[in-house]
């Protein structure tokens, strides 16, 4: 798998776009990016991912950059309910290696 | 999206005994399952792949001796803790691919927490 640095921790307020940025530099050109996330004592949830389009769904966008070297995911307007570990994830076919990822906290 | 249970939710054990935890896939067929442990505060760490009707394949430094898995329909793949001991206290997920899709999304469960006293 092609390493993920990821900030350890964020702060965000309640009703802001929270973005989440990671970085890739290693990718190849078959390898997708992948964001989970993991509420305290519960299994990782899929959130989205991508390969090199720009990509958005009910719970987030994924913006990632021309050279595929990193990516941002963006919670467009975040809740208390949205704290969690995020995990911004880059595999092919093989199997699924959880890095860190980003504790991302909401503040009221 | 697809949903992935497991059993139990939690579970106290002494130590010396064998512990297992169940995972299904509900609504759609996984051709691959995978079971995860994560210790308090660390990342979730891959312990094993198992496909439907074949042997598990364990990652690096996990015993298959000690940790069994058995897939042995395309819903339910089962993890044995045997000979449990306090160090094997854990949380333990697991997740499923469904078969025929085009990517590699897995979806996984709410994991199972194990005490071994």
């Known amino acids: 798998d092609a390493k993920t640095t990821q900030p350890t921790s964020m702060d965000c307020a309640e009703g802001r776009a929270a973005n989440l940025p990671c970085n890739h530099s290693?990718?190849?050109?078959?390898?997708?990016v992948y964001w989970y996330r993991q509420i305290h004592s519960q299994g990782p949830q899929y959130i989205i991912h991508?390969?090199?389009n720009n990509e958005t769904n009910e719970m987030a966008s994924l913006i990632i950059t021309e050279d595929r070297k990193s990516s941002t995911l963006i919670l467009p307007h975040a809740t208390l309910r949205d704290t969690a570990v995020y995990y911004c994830i880059v595999k092919g076919n093989e199997k699924l290696t959880f890095g860190t990822g980003t504790r991302l906290t909401i503040i009221p | 999206g697809a949903v992935v249970s497991q059993h139990p939710s939690w579970v106290i054990c002494k130590s010396g005994t064998s512990v297992k935890i169940e995972c299904r896939s509900l609504d759609f067929q996984a051709t691959t399952m995978f079971w995860y442990r994560q210790f308090p505060k660390q990342s979730l760490m891959l312990m094993a792949t198992?496909?439907?009707?074949?042997?598990?394949?364990?990652e690096q430094g996990v015993e298959k001796d000690k940790f069994l898995i058995n897939h042995a329909s395309l819903t339910l793949s089962t993890l044995t803790v045997t000979s449990a001991h306090p160090e094997d206290s854990s949380f333990y997920i697991c997740?499923?691919?469904?078969?025929?899709?085009?990517?590699?999304?897995?979806?996984f469960g709410p994991g199972t927490r194990l005490t071994v006293l």
């Open positions: 290693t990718i190849s050109g078959n390898e997708y």
């Open positions: 991508g390969l090199k």
């Open positions: 198992s496909n439907e009707g074949s042997k598990a394949t364990y």
């Open positions: 997740s499923a691919r469904e078969l025929g899709t085009t990517y590699n999304e897995q979806f």
